[in-house]
């Protein structure tokens, strides 16, 4: 008996998805609970587990898109078919009669590629180590194969090839490469290009002395670890800083809903985090009231859920304040953009050593220029410098964040 499986519901806003990535092959048997497949929304990328165990038969192919409880593969139940099966199978290809085509074959088998473009590849006689893949990963999709096949058949139609050359014709002429737009990076541009339109946005900057929070990691890292199984890093330090700048000036932390302004009482900060599919922000709940160890610990889980792709959707909602720190990509300077419905985002950059003006002397310091964007509809130039100005008083003087001074 067949069991379908659907694409299940991810959000109330959402009504369709992306096939992503087949994590098993058409025909193949699966085990319950075993991953077989990633969909990609607008907004989340998420894995879907098979329920039982059977033959699994794909019902769409990658880069498909779905309406919500539309069937995306069905199940044979059924038992497992025996391992003796499979070196029988793995042994027909064995008495090739030259060694030439077995090289191709085993080379075409390496390749990494969608069941359906390795059965169009090997109708049309298409080496699949010949053709570029644009699927994530690089994989070779349905489409890539039929490209590679059109571009065989025109030359061969135009001026016949000798075979050896003829895998290499397609790759050579490939100067460019179009592929859709996946739904995060379509979301991820509508939400950039609407905060531009939306929101009057302004930058102001400010430069942080970096020494003493460094020096503080320095000494204390060693016993940190050994106490909370995670580092001290940079994030917490600024994390903190913004929930005392926050509470010092309480229009930062609000929002504009029509022609009234909502004013938050709560600090859930948003860290952006970039992944190879793009930038997401997942957030962390109540920083003014968690130690740095929990927030740290908090980063370092969602680094990993944001790796392994399974951050959800109510990861990504609620935040008041966003950091994006462009110094780990080894950004100087930059004017981040807001992340709506918020009213400031904080930019960090690279520590630089710089020399710079100290009690009348000239002396070389770590460095970190700070970048506020803020909507200036809401948020007046004077608090916009006094919320930055408080944030680089903390950083410089982090024991401010442990006495509220």
Known sequence: MAHEIKIPSVGESITSATLGTWHKGDGEY????????????????????????????????EGDELDIGAAVASIE???????SDAPSEAAEPAPAPESAPAAESASSSDVKATPVARKIAEGEGIDLAGVSGTGAGGKITKADVLEAASGAKDKSADSPAPASEAPAAPVGEKRTTRKKMSPL?????????????????????NECDMGAVMDLRKRLQDSF???????LGFMSFFIKAVVEALKSVPSVNARIEGDEIVENHFHDIGVAVGTEKGLIVPVIRDCDQKSFAEIEKDIVDYAVKAREGKVSLADLQGGVFTITNGGIYGSLLSTP????????????????????AVDGQVVIRPMMYLALSYDHRLVDGKEAVTFLVRVKECIESPERILLGA
């Open 30 to 61: 699966v085990k319950s609970g075993e991953v077989i497949l990633t969909i990609e929304t607008d907004k989340i990328s998420t894995e879907l587990e098979s329920d039982r165990a059977g033959i699994l038969r794909h019902l769409a192919a």
């Open 77 to 83: 139940e059924g038992e497992a078919p025996p391992e």
């Open 185 to 205: 990076r379509r979301k991820i541009a509508t939400h950039l290009v609407n905060a531009q339109h939306e929101a009057a946005i302004l930058t102001t900057f």
């Open 225 to 231: 670890v050994a106490r909370h199984g995670v580092k």
């Open 337 to 356: 953009i807001l992340n709506p419905p918020q009213s400031g985002i904080l930019g960090m950059h690279s520590i630089q050593q710089r020399p710079v």
